[in-house]
């Protein structure tokens, strides 16, 4: 007879072959579709940050082709005076521009390169090579430079009857391009 208190000396059953398998794929599945979640989420942030980044570049050549149409009836405003030796209205023109928050400095360089007119008074008269060492006043066309992100150097030339009678600097800073 067997007594309650005897220690019963059988084999302690084991897990069967199939049920190991089922809990060690059921493992895999569950890793495998957790590192998928990962990936998934991963690769969406990098598109979403590659897509911002494509959009900011394309925003910022929309603002620089806008500064590029703008400088043409600019600089036939500025021509006009120019001509005429009307260096108050020219000065005019470039203290309503400098109120808007984009631009930065403005000047007027003749085409030996001396200030003429300069929202900056201390650099009237003086080269405009002393400011920006390098820079050529011989281009007939709109030229822009990159000065820092997001920030640009654009020279537009101003012609009269027979060739360049001066050169308009200005600085512009572009908008940023604001997400929701």
């Known amino acids: ?22 809990l ?11 590192g998928g979640v990962f990936l998934m989420r991963y690769q969406g ?15 910022i050549n929309i603002q620089r082709q806008e500064v590029r149409l703008f400088s043409l009836p600019f600089a036939w405003a500025v021509r006009k005076e120019l001509i005429r ?11 309503e521009l400098i109120k808007r928050k984009e631009f ?3 000047m007027l360089a003749d085409p030996s390169g001396i200030i003429k007119v300069s929202t900056d008074r201390k650099l009237q008269g003086s080269s405009i090579y002393r400011s920006y060492p390098g820079m050529s006043l011989g281009n007939s ?3 822009s430079y990159p000065v820092t992100k997001g920030k640009s150097l654009f020279l537009v030339p101003v ?15 572009y908008q940023e391009l604001l997400l929701p």
């Open 159 to 173: 012609m009269g009857l027979n060739g360049k009678i001066g050169t308009i600097f200005f600085t512009y800073t």
């Open 1 to 22: 007879m067997k007594n309650s208190n005897d220690i019963q000396d059988g084999p302690r059953q084991k897990h069967s072959f199939l049920k190991r398998l089922f």
């Open 85 to 95: 030796y009307n260096y108050d209205q020219i000065e005019e023109y470039f203290n």
């Open 141 to 143: 066309d709109l030229v």
């Open 45 to 59: 942030e990098q598109k979403q940050k590659e897509l911002i980044e494509r959009a900011e570049v394309r925003y």
């Open 24 to 34: 060690i794929t059921t493992f895999f599945v569950i890793a495998l579709l957790a």
């Open 104 to 106: 930065g400095i403005i």
